[in-house]
């Protein structure tokens, strides 16, 4: 039973209102770490949109075609990840040949996208709220896109802190914790407009 | 649940995990495979053309071209250095703390952390490319102590080695027991360079150390062995400055060699004075030669020095560390006001702490010139 849900909106919604990072906290660890640097962070957004996109597919072809049909169900979360790690991998592979600058700036980060929350939830919730093929891709998709404009906002924001005349006991994690905060505020602040869940 | 749940189970997650697998090889077979590019060494000294896909180390190795490492291409001996001409993108985590400020402005890099995917061009101390690949047989195998072993290696081909007192060679072992790969690991020659038919090596038994193990437990007279060499910086610099020798255990390798190169050359007119370091009297060894070298060298000055003797030991010599004693020399025998140099080999932590006494005695540390070995 799929819920009623156009994917345009749930792309948009997935996005701005229930952003994954923003409204269900998940993903944080490299987003905090790797906002440091703009750079990185828009390399490692595009590294998250696009694995969340094909994983979210595959996983979805492997749920509905492989895991429903065997009443496989207690395995979900196992082939999820396990098909998570194949996609990080090729990624990995194809990211170094053709942009060894971003492979290099996105170093550990690459390979730790396999055990990125935000990318084994959407998987979850695409399970969990039985969404069909064209909404899972969607709502993969926007999600990534979402994530992408976090943590570049992020970073934009703490470029701009890092000259602000903050107390010291504040600097660098908490300051950060801070904003994340704030971030989370404004983006929650429309989720009036669009409810997807 | 039934009985075909136990079957399907570890059937679906194994056909998914092969196929997603199978995807893997796939593509790592259409994407890392390089055409051969050219490596162009020291100005168009050598060229050389390789496949790419492999590290920079490897490459060169396989090529003959063997660039000095100590943890055979795993990032953790920052040894294998190299000056890079050419853009390989910028500096890996894996390389920074190896690389000291000036050395990231000059783009030096670590050789086995460069993937090769363009032509480059590179610099390397002309030295390395006289560095040869020596087959040899062991001819004996000596205990110094308990714990360090002195092998003694004949050359076979070639038959011969050029080298400077001090330098080292990178002995390479076969796989043996659970390891299934060579090992290579860097040690100095404890010979003088006039017998260029042998290398010796001090081997001192690290507890785990893969090649230390293999050489202590496994290895037999008139066996085959390989090693790479000659490497290094650490020699005697021509001039008339008074010298101070710091070592530890095996450290002793490269400063007898040293030492005695200077006596076969009936180079007189530097004083020597060597500290050596031993926690007790079973750690020491060439005690007689070194005593006898003494009397013969009039310029050499041997001091033993045990940190922690056994009462049984009736030691009759300095007491204390190495770097207390060494202080209380600089302060009160050696003569301030001469230049000095000096020359270390020992453990990381030995030479920090003695280049700190030095330093506090007034001898800069360009002045002071070790090989650390971890």
Same mark, same amino acid.
């Given at each position: 039973?799929?819920?009623?849900?156009?994917?345009?909106?749930?792309?948009?919604?997935?996005?701005?209102?229930?952003?994954?990072?923003?409204?269900?906290?998940?993903?944080?660890? !490299?987003?905090?770490?790797? !906002?440091?640097?703009?750079?990185?962070?828009?390399?490692?957004?595009?590294?998250?949109?696009?694995?969340?996109?094909?994983?979210?597919?595959?996983?979805?072809?492997?749920?509905?075609?492989?895991?429903?049909?065997?009443?496989?169900?207690?395995?979900?979360?196992?082939?999820?990840?396990?098909?998570?790690?194949?996609?990080?991998?090729?990624?990995?592979?194809?990211?170094?040949?053709? !942009?060894?600058?971003?492979?290099?700036?996105?170093?550990?980060?690459?390979?730790?996208?396999?055990?990125?929350?935000?990318?084994?939830?959407?998987?979850?919730?695409?399970?969990?709220?039985?969404?069909?093929?064209?909404?899972?891709?969607?709502?993969?998709?926007?999600?990534?896109?979402?994530?992408?404009?976090?943590?570049?906002?992020?970073?934009?924001?703490?470029?701009?802190?890092?000259?602000?005349?903050?107390? !010291?006991?504040?600097?660098?994690?908490?300051?950060?914790?801070?904003?994340?905060?704030?971030?989370?505020?404004?983006?929650?602040?429309?989720?009036?407009?669009?409810?997807?869940? | 649940?039934?009985?075909?749940?136990?079957?399907?189970?570890?059937?679906?997650?194994?056909?998914?995990?092969?196929?997603?697998?199978?995807?893997?090889?796939?593509?790592?077979?259409?994407?890392?495979?390089?055409?051969?590019?050219?490596?162009?060494?020291?100005?168009?000294?050598?060229?050389?053309?390789?496949?790419?896909?492999?590290?920079?180390?490897?490459?060169?190795?396989?090529?003959?071209?063997?660039?000095?490492?100590?943890?055979?291409?795993?990032?953790?001996?920052?040894?294998?250095?190299?000056?890079?001409?050419?853009?390989?993108?910028?500096?890996?985590?894996?390389?920074?703390?190896?690389?000291?400020?000036?050395?990231?402005?000059?783009?030096?890099?670590?050789?086995?952390?460069?993937?090769?995917?363009?032509?480059?061009?590179?610099?390397?101390?002309?030295?390395?490319?006289?560095?040869?690949?020596?087959?040899?047989?062991?001819?004996?195998?000596?205990?110094?102590?308990?714990?360090?072993?002195?092998?003694?290696?004949?050359?076979?081909?070639?038959?011969?080695?050029?080298?400077?007192?001090?330098?080292?060679?990178?002995?390479?072992?076969?796989?043996?027991?659970?390891?299934?790969?060579?090992?290579?690991?860097?040690?100095?020659?404890?010979?003088?360079?006039?017998?260029?038919?042998?290398?010796?090596?001090?081997?001192?038994?690290?507890?785990?150390?893969?090649?230390?193990?293999?050489?202590?437990?496994?290895?037999?007279?008139?066996?085959?062995?390989?090693?790479?060499?000659?490497?290094?910086?650490?020699?005697?610099?021509?001039?008339?400055?008074?010298?101070?020798?710091?070592?530890?255990?095996?450290?002793?390798?490269?400063?007898?060699?040293?030492?005695?190169?200077?006596?076969?050359?009936?180079?007189?007119?530097?004083?020597?004075?060597?500290?050596?370091?031993?926690?007790?009297?079973?750690?020491?060894?060439?005690?007689?030669?070194?005593?006898?070298?003494?009397?013969?060298?009039?310029?050499?000055?041997?001091?033993?020095?045990?940190?922690?003797?056994?009462?049984?030991?009736?030691?009759?010599?300095?007491?204390?560390?190495?770097?207390?004693?060494?202080?209380?020399?600089?302060?009160?025998?050696?003569?301030?006001?001469?230049?000095?140099?000096?020359?270390?080999?020992?453990?990381?932590?030995?030479?920090?702490?003695?280049?700190?006494?030095?330093?506090?005695?007034?001898?800069?540390?360009?002045?002071?010139?070790?090989?650390?070995?971890?």
């Amino acid at each position: 039973m799929r819920p009623d849900v156009t994917p345009l909106i749930l792309f948009i919604a997935s996005i701005f209102t229930s952003n994954i990072l923003l409204s269900n906290f998940l993903g944080m660890c !490299s987003f905090i770490s790797v !906002s440091k640097d703009f750079k990185s962070s828009n390399g490692l957004g595009l590294a998250v949109t696009l694995t969340l996109t094909i994983t979210t597919a595959l996983n979805w072809l492997v749920y509905k075609y492989v895991i429903l049909p065997l009443k496989l169900e207690y395995l979900t979360y196992i082939v999820f990840i396990i098909v998570i790690a194949a996609v990080v991998q090729v990624l990995e592979m194809l990211i170094e040949r053709i !942009s060894s600058s971003l492979y290099m700036a996105l170093g550990i980060f690459l390979p730790l996208i396999t055990v990125n929350c935000a990318i084994f939830g959407v998987a979850l919730f695409m399970q969990l709220r039985n969404y069909d093929f064209i909404q899972s891709v969607f709502f993969g998709a926007g999600s990534g896109l979402g994530w992408w404009l976090a943590i570049v906002t992020l970073a934009a924001i703490r470029k701009k802190v890092d000259v602000a005349p903050i107390p !010291s006991a504040l600097k660098g994690p908490g300051i950060t914790l801070i904003t994340i905060g704030f971030m989370a505020m404004a983006f929650i602040g429309f989720s009036g407009m669009i409810s997807v869940q | 649940m039934d009985i075909l749940t136990f079957i399907v189970a570890p059937m679906v997650l194994s056909l998914l995990s092969g196929a997603l697998a199978f995807i893997i090889v796939l593509v790592d077979s259409l994407v890392n495979n390089y055409p051969d590019f050219t490596i162009d060494i020291n100005n168009g000294r050598k060229k050389l053309t390789a496949k790419g896909g492999s590290s920079l180390l490897v490459t060169l190795s396989s090529q003959g071209i063997f660039i000095p490492s100590a943890c055979g291409g795993k990032a953790s001996c920052g040894a294998c250095k190299v000056k890079i001409e050419s853009d390989v993108g910028v500096i890996l985590p894996t390389e920074l703390p190896y690389l000291s400020e000036e050395e990231k402005k000059d783009n030096i890099r670590l050789a086995c952390q460069i993937k090769l995917k363009n032509n480059i061009r590179l610099s390397i101390p002309e030295d390395l490319l006289y560095v040869k690949q020596f087959d040899a047989t062991v001819e004996s195998i000596t205990d110094l102590t308990y714990d360090i072993k002195q092998i003694k290696l004949k050359l076979l081909s070639p038959d011969s080695i050029d080298f400077k007192a001090g330098q080292y060679v990178q002995l390479i072992i076969p796989p043996y027991g659970q390891i299934p790969e060579k090992t290579q690991r860097a040690y100095s020659m404890s010979n003088t360079p006039s017998d260029n038919q042998h290398a010796e090596l001090l081997i001192r038994l690290v507890p785990g150390g893969l090649l230390t193990t293999y050489v202590h437990k496994f290895m037999q007279v008139n066996e085959k062995v390989v090693f790479t060499g000659p490497f290094g910086d650490f020699f005697l610099r021509d001039t008339k400055a008074e010298m101070i020798c710091v070592a530890g255990g095996s450290g002793m390798a490269p400063i007898k060699s040293i030492i005695y190169d200077m006596y076969e050359k009936k180079n007189f007119d530097r004083s020597i004075w060597y500290f050596f370091g031993a926690k007790s009297a079973r750690d020491l060894f060439y005690l007689d030669e070194l005593k006898e070298l003494e009397r013969l060298m009039p310029s050499f000055h041997f001091i033993p020095a045990l940190s922690n003797p056994d009462p049984a030991d009736n030691w009759k010599g300095e007491t204390g560390l190495i770097t207390n004693i060494l202080d209380k020399y600089l302060k009160t025998v050696i003569k301030a006001s001469s230049p000095k140099e000096a020359y270390l080999c020992g453990s990381p932590g030995m030479i920090d702490a003695t280049v700190k006494v030095l330093n506090v005695n007034g001898i800069a540390s360009e002045k002071i010139y070790y090989d650390k070995f971890a």
